[in-house]
Nanobody, 127 residues
Framework: QVQLVESGGGLVQAGDSLRLSCAAS????????MAWFRQAPGKEREFVAV???????????DSADSVKDRFTITRDNAKNTVYLQMNSLKPEDTAVYYC?????????????????WGQGTQVTVSS
């Protein structure tokens, strides 16, 4: 089993930055890609960003709010931790952010392709 614990969420103003962290423990050697998803009230969980096992390949949500231009996903395998640096935050980024880990190779973007999930961390961006 793998346990994922997110941290770094909070209440910020529009234009501010936050860095989310997700620490993995347990059978971490099984983990391949790790990703961030988010879920806003009344909406489905959506993909934000993913990074492959060695950190050399990433993918971001192709959305109108240009997550790719503002967010950066990285990982430190020595620390079993994945990060999401979020800059120029907007009120529409308000959501619970979830870390996920997959046992398959590549950079999957569907929640169904992930085996382990954290409990989530709340990010609230005020206007």
């Amino acid at each position: 089993q793998v346990q994922l614990v997110e941290s770094g969420g909070g209440l910020v103003q529009a234009g501010d930055s936050l860095r989310l962290s997700c620490a993995a423990s347990g059978r971490t050697f099984d983990i391949k890609p790790m990703a961030w998803f988010r879920q806003a009230p009344g909406k489905e969980r959506e993909f934000v960003a993913v990074i492959n096992w060695n950190g050399r390949s990433t993918a971001y949500a192709d959305s109108a709010d240009s997550v790719k231009d503002r967010f950066t996903i990285t990982r430190d395998n020595a620390k079993n931790t994945v990060y999401l640096q979020m800059n120029s935050l907007k009120p529409e980024d308000t959501a619970v952010y979830y870390c996920a880990a997959s046992l398959q190779l590549g950079t999957p973007t569907s929640p169904r392709q992930y085996n382990y999930w954290g409990q989530g961390t709340q990010v609230t961006v005020s206007s």
